[in-house]
T-cell receptor
Framework: EAGVTQFPSHSVIEKGQTVTLRCDPI?????LYWYRRVMGKEIKFLLH????????ESGMPNNRFLAERTGGTYSTLKVQPAELEDSGVYFC??????????????FGPGTRLLVL | GIQVEQSPPDLILQEGANSTLRCNFS?????LQWFHQNPWGQLINLFY???GTKQNGRLSATTVATERYSLLYISSSQTTDSGVYFC??????????????FGKGTKLSVIP
């Protein structure tokens, strides 16, 4: 069974440009999460989808970030316009979703974003 | 919010040695996971262990939920064990948010 996949693996863009990251969760997983690790900081939660609905977006830093999960399958995270402080590694995770919180979250390999 | 502290921050071991990594957390948790971030940056699940003890090969973990700590044991370490080990917890709440809070990690270097 395929794990969580993310695309692209790396992205280098200039300040002010737009970047869209994609995450494909493990097949059948209702819960999808975005996290990020910016330089020198801990891995931080961004948001959580249950199927196509945003369950918790308390970690989204500002309105330059837009996450979608149309149809409840893959998700995209768009940063527009990108700023220097957005550089870091963006992780996606998924979990099965049984109505309880006691589930393992499986992480993807991450997208390394560098904003110049 | 919940605080997660990992110790030690850095650890250097000779191949074949044993080690214990610690994770302290400041509040009750629903979920606790240990991850290994390999040199390529991938986060590999090691254990889902909100309480109790689990073993997987040379690795084992114990979480004492009532005392708010978890330990990861690595026996007979190998160079492939090198990387950063993260502890992450989901605070206990009825809010329906499953967000994990990560510690800063323990960087392990196993030398031949």
């Amino acid at each position: 069974e395929a794990g969580v996949t993310q695309f692209p693996s790396h992205s280098v863009i200039e300040k002010g440009q737009t970047v869209t990251l994609r995450c494909d969760p493990i097949s059948g997983h209702d819960n999808l999460y975005w996290y990020r690790r910016v330089m020198g900081k801990e891995i931080k939660f961004l948001l959580h989808f249950v199927k196509e609905s945003k369950q918790d977006e308390s970690g989204m830093p500002n309105n330059r970030f837009l996450a979608e999960r149309t149809g409840g399958t893959y998700s995209t995270l768009k940063v527009q316009p990108a700023e220097l402080e957005d550089s870091g590694v963006y992780f996606c995770a998924s979990s099965l979703g049984q109505g309880a919180s006691q589930e393992t979250q499986y992480f993807g390999p991450g997208t390394r974003l560098l904003v110049l | 919010g919940i605080q997660v502290e990992q110790s030690p921050p850095d650890l250097i071991l000779q191949e074949g040695a044993n080690s214990t990594l610690r994770c302290n957390f400041s509040d009750s948790v629903n979920n606790l996971q240990w991850f290994h971030q390999n040199p390529w940056g991938q986060l590999i699940n090691l254990f889902y262990i909100p309480s109790g003890t689990k073993q997987n090969g040379r690795l084992s973990a114990t979480t004492v939920a009532t005392e708010r700590y978890s330990l990861l044991y690595i026996s007979s370490s190998q160079t492939t064990d090198s990387g950063v080990y993260f502890c992450a917890v989901e605070p206990y709440s009825g809010a329906g948010s499953y967000q994990l809070t990560f510690g800063k990690g323990t960087k392990l270097s196993v030398i031949p």
